[in-house]
Nanobody, 122 residues
Framework: QVQLVESGGGLVQPGGSLRLSCAAS????????IGWIRQAPGKEREGVSC????????YYGDSVKGRFTISRDNAKNTVYLQMNSLKPEDTAVYYC???????????????WGQGTQVTVSS
């Protein structure tokens, strides 16, 4: 069955780090753009980052530039999001999703994982 599974979330103190993983099964991730999208309670969905399938170009939302890094390991069929210098406002459910291209609109992504909770609090 085609699945995307996020992992690596949890509770971390401000200034800490987490690495999220997005593991694919049933299909090969390297043929898709992979986006990370987050949603906090009462807030709009926010594009966090994306890595393209064509040339590996990476994109970041303004709020995470310089702190987050997206990467791909084709051998493991997995995409990662390294999150450093975490802030309370980073608290959200983080989803990975596939698309034909990197897009700012969530509707352009097709397959979605179930999400992983990231909570940044002291």
């Amino acid at each position: 069955q085609v699945q995307l599974v996020e992992s690596g979330g949890g509770l971390v103190q401000p200034g800490g780090s987490l690495r999220l993983s997005c593991a694919a099964s049933g299909f090969t991730l390297d043929y898709y753009a992979i986006g990370w999208i987050r949603q906090a309670p009462g807030k709009e969905r926010e594009g966090v980052s994306c890595i393209s399938s064509s040339d590996g170009s990476t994109y970041y939302g303004d709020s995470v530039k310089g702190r987050f890094t997206i990467s791909r390991d084709n051998a493991k069929n997995t995409v990662y999001l390294q999150m450093n210098s975490l802030k309370p406002e980073d608290t959200a459910v983080y989803y990975c999703a596939t698309g034909r291209w990197c897009s700012s609109w969530s509707s352009d992504y097709d397959y979605w994982g179930q999400g992983t909770q990231v909570t940044v609090s002291s």
